[in-house]
């Protein structure tokens, strides 16, 4: 497709439950971003991959909160157990990786995942 | 501590210049600043980029002091299609760890 695309839109999932969270960033795009964002605030920055590394985690909210990235493509967020605080849009972005400004290395979002945790 | 701080509201007649200021104390000579929008049920969308100076392009210009400390985004002559959030964004332009949305400010432009 010609931009990130995320599934599923939206989920719904009792407390306590696993969910898994897919998205697929623009072809080529090295870099890929996951940010939360909660109903009525600013988004909050969770991971980022390199190719298939994330060199810092240290933004996911608890350790119910993982991230893969394979093939340098599609990557999964996972959150184990969850709870009623989890419930937040969920937007994924990529980008090139370009070192000059205002060039390229600007971040495309998808549509995100919208989570709700009974 | 947040990284980045942005008035929550503005309000601006149709065909009025906007300007949007986002302080930055802390930013970190790697740093770039970065300019988003947001519409409601979307994820949010570039404008512009900026390191120093000014920088303009079509649709909006980045006004950036010598100390990098603060910056203001300017949109001239909004119409009502421009009512949306806008973030401004402090982080490098590669190795993007920690990146920081501001608060976001919501504008609300009135007929």
């Known amino acids: 497709g010609a931009g990130v695309s995320q599934s599923p839109s939206n989920k719904v999932t009792e407390k306590g439950k696993d969910v898994e969270l897919r998205c697929d960033p623009i072809?080529?795009?090295?870099?890929l971003y996951w940010y939360r964002q909660s109903l009525g605030q600013g988004l909050e920055f969770l991971i980022y991959f390199q190719g298939n590394s994330a060199p810092d985690k240290s933004g996911l909210p608890s350790d119910r909160f993982s991230a893969e990235r394979t093939g340098g493509s599609v990557s999964t967020l996972t959150i184990q157990r969850t709870q009623q605080e989890d419930s937040a849009v969920y937007l994924c972005a990529s980008s090139l990786v370009v070192r000059l400004a205002g060039v390229g290395n600007e971040q495309f979002f998808g549509p995100g995942t919208r989570l709700t945790v009974l | 501590l947040a990284k980045t701080t942005q008035p929550i509201s503005m309000d601006s007649y149709e065909g009025q210049e906007v300007n949007i200021t986002c302080s930055h104390n802390?930013?970190?000579?790697?740093?770039?600043i970065t300019w988003y929008q947001q519409f409601p049920s979307q994820g949010p969308r570039f404008i512009i980029q900026g390191y120093k100076t000014k920088v303009t392009n079509e649709v909006a210009s980045l006004f950036i002091p010598a100390d990098r400390k603060s910056s203001t985004l300017s949109l001239p002559r909004v119409s009502l299609s421009d009512t949306a959030v806008y973030y401004c964004?402090?982080?490098?332009?590669?190795?993007?760890?920690?990146?920081?949305f501001g608060t976001g400010t919501r504008l609300t432009v009135i007929p």
């Open positions: 072809s080529g795009h090295t870099a």
């Open positions: 964004l402090v982080g490098p332009l590669t190795g993007a760890n920690n990146l920081f």
């Open positions: 802390n930013i970190a000579t790697n740093d770039y």
